[in-house]
């Protein structure tokens, strides 16, 4: 098991508004673990925690409304979760990771596409460290989260950017 760094992991998100730009936004609370054998990667699975009261957009008033009901609903559904169910790979490396995200109480699958993935022996502490990135895509109407579609645009672009710890 390979505990994901806080530290040195955050989950960004990207979302059209009134179809002219992109409001980006970060949480700034993820945990979770990543399991792998330390030989083959073809044992990777990833499992992540995202605190979605921990979200920040650089708007106070935005995140507050973020945090309600029209969007994530934090006091009833305080944790969106991605449990990996398959990894394809490209030759050696991970490619993309198939897996449940639960957001707002409902699991639907989504893909993550790795832009990169590594392990090494961390310099400083002599551990042994994986991390990479994961983007993907998905309707938030297809958690129930509706509220001003299409002003507020319905595509969410979800990057997990990870470092985790041999345990």
Known sequence: ?????SAHTNADFSVRHLMISNVKGHFSKVSGNVDYDGKDLKSLKIDAAIEVASVETGEKGRDEHLKGADFFDAAKFPTMTFRSTKVHFAGDLPASVD???TLVGVS????LTFERFKCAQNPFNKKDRCGGNAVGKFKRSD????YAIPAVGDEVTLS???EGDKE
């Open 1 to 5: 098991v390979w505990k994901i760094d």
């Open 99 to 101: 897996g449940t995200l």
């Open 108 to 111: 639907k699958p989504v893909t």
């Open 143 to 146: 958690f129930g989260m509706k």
């Open 160 to 162: 997990i950017e990870f």
